[in-house]
């Protein structure tokens, strides 16, 4: 029963039709499947398929990345509202666009991949200035600062990432939290990441949902 | 030759001694000026004088009548524009702020007598009479599809557009079609000769096939229909868009295409060659450096690229060299290795 369900969810994912999407939820919780099952046995896997057709269908995109992240944000909030017991979220990451850059579609696409995939997320908003990524780190006890910058110059200047990485180092803070950054500059040049002091990026919405998950368990195992 | 006639040879297959060299240096012309961005893009006489000034001192082929992007916001009501001095002016505030705004949104009956246009008309009438006959002046003109991004914000735009009400979306491209129509309209009145149709969801990198030809075609050809494609540039906002070159070709009759650095160019090359007996031998390929890489490689590797790039889409002729947004970081020394190799690894022995 469950693969059907993960088949019809998926499919309805992929044609971005979130009516249908969660008529598969709710189809399947009326045959008896659980609030967790429907987390972890069908949206989780959902973005991870998505995430492998990136690279295996010529025709994934943007809108369908989109879809995909809010549908699974939407679904986990509801399914987590009837769970058993409180889950246990995976970390806490603070994420914003650079100062002067009021892009936010990469952004909701990473916060939705991450709410599903049961991180906490606590979104800044667009036009962040460099310190309150740090003061909000700080405050929420995150291990992620998420920086996204869709131009070149919030991307590399000096009010950007760059300018987080500086206060990280200057206020001794650089082994608490990792930086990573996201948006269409970082595509056209995979090592531009580097050059502003960031510790990861993804290509898309969807993969750097996955990076920062891997980021913040890495982080755990390093603290044991 | 003129640079002009370059191009239309370029287009055309007809001998020229080299391939066209276009550069898109736009917040340069402050720099150039040695002035604040706020106060260069305030007057259409500062930003005419800093892309003569920069044309004539690197030797590429075209100037801008373009300001910055968001510049079409301004038509619209936004009055908000972030200014930096390293980087492009960017939108600071969305004139639609929910759903309930489109239906009072306004598009100006005479967009050139909008005081958005006037400093845009003093740039063109100077760009005219400087270099209208020798040099190809380029215009940027959004979508109705794309447009909706600068108005509302793209995450807000992607929603209206894959869940929001149908009537409300639509009413919303109608706006946006109208408003192309009468810009595209003004621009060629005004002395542009080379329009380049921004249309990010006009690549299926941004909604997939199916909804490209759903969406995305038809309403290109509703902003297209009036004033017809002379002089269009099909151009993606730097997404990768070969899969659907063939099909812009035939059903827009779109035939010069501004191809993504992320794109393989020769196969985009072949697509457009193969197509051009059907269109009366006209077209061009645009290749595209990914200038952003250019703010940190050395000129030599600056060089090598451009010398890939030319023996790529030289052959066959109906080739172009371009840029696509020219970051304010990239070393000047790569601007001139860049434009040094372009003219000649472009040249036609």
């Known amino acids: 029963m469950i693969d059907k369900i993960i088949k019809a969810y998926n499919e309805a994912v992929f044609e971005t039709d979130k009516e249908a999407a969660f008529a598969v939820v709710y189809a399947a919780m009326a045959e008896g499947l659980s609030a967790e099952d429907i987390v972890f046995k069908v949206v989780i896997p959902a973005i991870e398929e998505m995430m492998a057709n990136i690279t295996r269908d010529p025709d994934a995109n943007l809108a369908q990345h989109f879809m995909t992240a809010q549908i699974a944000a939407e679904v986990t909030e509801k399914m987590l509202e009837k769970f058993q017991q409180p889950p246990e979220m995976i970390g806490r990451v603070v994420i914003g666009t650079a100062a002067g850059d009021l892009h936010s579609l990469g952004k909701r696409i990473v916060m939705g991949c991450l709410k599903a995939l049961m991180v906490d997320v606590v979104d800044l908003g667009v036009n962040v200035p460099p310190e309150r990524f740090v003061d909000e780190a700080l405050a929420r006890e995150a291990q992620i600062i998420a920086v996204s910058a869709m131009m070149v110059h919030t991307a590399t200047g000096e009010n950007g990432a760059r300018r987080v990485r500086q206060i990280l180092r200057e206020r001794g803070l650089e082994d608490r939290f990792r930086l990573v950054v996201g948006g269409a500059p970082y595509r056209f040049d995979n090592e531009l990441y580097q050059s502003v002091g960031a510790d990861g990026w993804a290509a898309d919405g969807l993969s750097a949902g996955k990076m920062i998950v891997d980021m913040i368990r890495g982080m755990k195992r390093e603290a044991v | ?349």
């Open chain 2, 1 to 349: 030759m003129t640079p002009l006639e370059i191009l239309l040879a370029a287009i055309n297959g007809t001998p020229a001694p080299r391939i066209p060299i276009f550069c898109n240096l736009l917040d340069q012309g402050a720099r150039e000026l040695g002035m604040h961005q706020r106060d260069y893009y305030a007057n259409g006489e500062n930003v005419a004088a800093g892309q003569l000034k920069m044309r004539a001192r690197l030797g590429y082929d075209n100037v801008w009548s373009l300001f910055y992007v968001g510049k079409e916001a301004e038509f619209f009501g936004c009055q908000n524009i972030l200014y930096a001095e390293d980087g492009s002016p960017n939108v600071g505030e969305f004139v639609i702020k929910s759903w309930d705004d489109i239906a009072t949104l306004e598009v100006p009956d005479d967009i050139t007598a909008h005081p958005a246009w006037a400093e845009t008309a003093k740039c063109m009438r100077i760009l005219r009479a400087e270099v209208g006959a020798t040099h190809p002046i380029c215009a940027y003109i959004t979508a109705s599809s794309s447009l909706p991004a600068l108005l509302m914000g793209m995450d807000k735009w992607m929603e209206l557009l894959l869940t929001g009400p149908a009537d409300l979306r639509d009413l919303l491209l109608a706006k946006c079609a109208e408003f192309f129509q009468k810009e595209v309209a003004a621009y060629r009145a005004a002395g542009a000769n080379v329009l380049v149709y921004s249309t990010p969801f006009g690549s299926a990198y941004f909604v997939g096939r199916k909804r490209f030809e759903s969406f995305s075609l038809p309403w290109m050809k509703r902003d297209l229909a009036p004033g017809g494609v002379g002089g269009i540039v099909y151009y993606c906002g730097m997404a990768p868009f070969n899969e659907v070159i063939a099909q812009v070709m035939d059903e827009l009759d779109i035939n010069i295409h501004y191809i993504s650095p992320l794109a393989n160019l020769a196969e985009a090359k072949r697509i457009i060659d193969a197509r051009l007996p059907a269109k009366g031998g006209k077209g061009l390929t645009c290749g595209v450096i990914d200038d952003i890489k250019m703010i940190q490689w050395t000129a030599e590797e600056t060089r090598a690229e451009v010398k890939r790039m030319c023996e790529m889409g030289k052959p066959n002729g109906h080739f172009l060299f371009g840029t696509g947004v020219m970051p304010m970081a990239i070393p000047e020394a790569n601007i001139i290795a860049m434009l040094d190799a372009a003219f000649e690894y472009g040249a036609f022995s």
